[in-house]
Nanobody
Framework: QVQVVDSGGGLVQAGGSLRLSCTAS????????MGWFRQAPGKEREGVSC????????YYNDFVKGRFTISRDNAKNTMYLQMNNLEPDDTAMYYC????????????????WGQGTQVTVSS
């Protein structure tokens, strides 16, 4: 059984940085991919960034390119999202998730989800 736990959110001023962490258990297959997603009040959940099991494939949504960096350490069963130059529009609940099979960053195809960690960026 796969379990994921996300953490690292908080309140930060615009231009600041945060690093989100996601610890996962039960990811033992070469096609266990992971991703970060976010959902703001009144909006649909959207993909932020995703990474393949090996780390050789990454995806970034256009709104975070150049500001966020995704990485994973399989030895520690942990994935990270370094978020720099945060903007008020980045305010949302951020979720870590995992899936098995074809690489994707569409939230509907992810199977296992963390509880979410709130990121709030003040202007």
């Amino acid at each position: 059984q796969v379990q994921v736990v996300d953490s690292g959110g908080g309140l930060v001023q615009a231009g600041g940085s945060l690093r989100l962490s996601c610890t996962a258990s039960g990811l033992t297959h070469d096609d266990d991919h992971m991703g970060w997603f976010r959902q703001a009040p009144g909006k649909e959940r959207e993909g932020v960034s995703c990474i393949s099991r090996s780390g050789d494939i990454t995806y970034y949504n256009d709104f975070v390119k150049g500001r966020f960096t995704i990485s994973r350490d399989n030895a520690k069963n942990t994935m990270y999202l370094q978020m720099n130059n945060l903007e008020p529009d980045d305010t949302a609940m951020y979720y870590c998730a995992s899936k098995r099979g074809m690489f994707s960053c569409l939230p509907d195809v992810y199977d296992y989800w963390g509880q979410g960690t709130q990121v709030t960026v003040s202007s």
